[in-house]
């Protein structure tokens, strides 16, 4: 096609007017840049739609293992979504009322969740803003709260913390001692995408399960330091079943 395009615009009639040419060689341009266009943003949607298909396709298959009844969905929710998450937990050194200093063991979570399906394939973000959607009678707090985004659709889930248990204690779902807690979080706000995306607009609960790492640090400190601690987990992301 560029050798083709060379010899047309080689044997094109100079005698036209340059003006001409150059329109001509304008409306070329923009034709070609059209075409890319569009198979460009055939492409995206081909790739929004197996994406989504996957991960319809994988609803089906999610079995979380059995937890202690501390940090258990309760009934009439299940499981519809899993994300093997590779991130860090943000600490910052405070003051202490005796005159030292501490980390403050309530960190920041920046974690990419990602699907077991064509390799690994990125679903979610994991990070804490501020609540754009809280449920009736909830109070959003100025510091935020954990939050999960959904790379395919943009669709979010606010969430706190209902309970917690220390890894190492259950061999099932939290078998690694001196890593960070595993986790039942129940969503306190959700949020459709810009386009109407649903995927975590209907979350009610979400577990965080086998954690590795990202523990407080043990180290000394001084006021104002920050320290990012490396860690994975699986999310195992829940529904009501009315819904």
Known sequence: MGMALVVCLNNFDRSQPVSRQQNWRNEMSNNVSQIARVRGLFAAALVLACALGVVTH??????????????????????????????????????????????????????????????????????QSINANPKPGVTVPRSGNA??????????????????????????????????????????????????GGLLARTTFIQRLNTKGGAVPTSTCAVGQTELVPYTADYFFFRADSQ
């Open 58 to 127: 994988a609803a089906a298959q999610v079995t979380p293992p059995t937890t202690p009844g501390t940090i258990a969905v309760p009934a009439g929710n299940s499981p519809y979504l899993v994300g093997h998450a590779f991130g860090s937990q943000g600490y910052t050194c405070l003051p202490t009322s005796t005159g030292g200093t501490a980390w403050n063991p309530t960190a920041r979570p920046e974690a990419t969740l990602f699907a077991d399906h064509l390799g690994q394939f990125q679903i979610i973000t994991h990070f």
């Open 147 to 196: 939050t999960w985004q959904a790379s395919l659709d943009s669709s979010r889930v606010w969430m706190v913390k209902v309970n917690g248990i220390d890894a190492g204690h259950d061999p099932a779902s939290c078998p690694n001692t001196g890593s960070i807690q595993c986790l039942l979080l129940q969503s306190v706000g959700n949020a459709k995408g810009p386009t109407g």
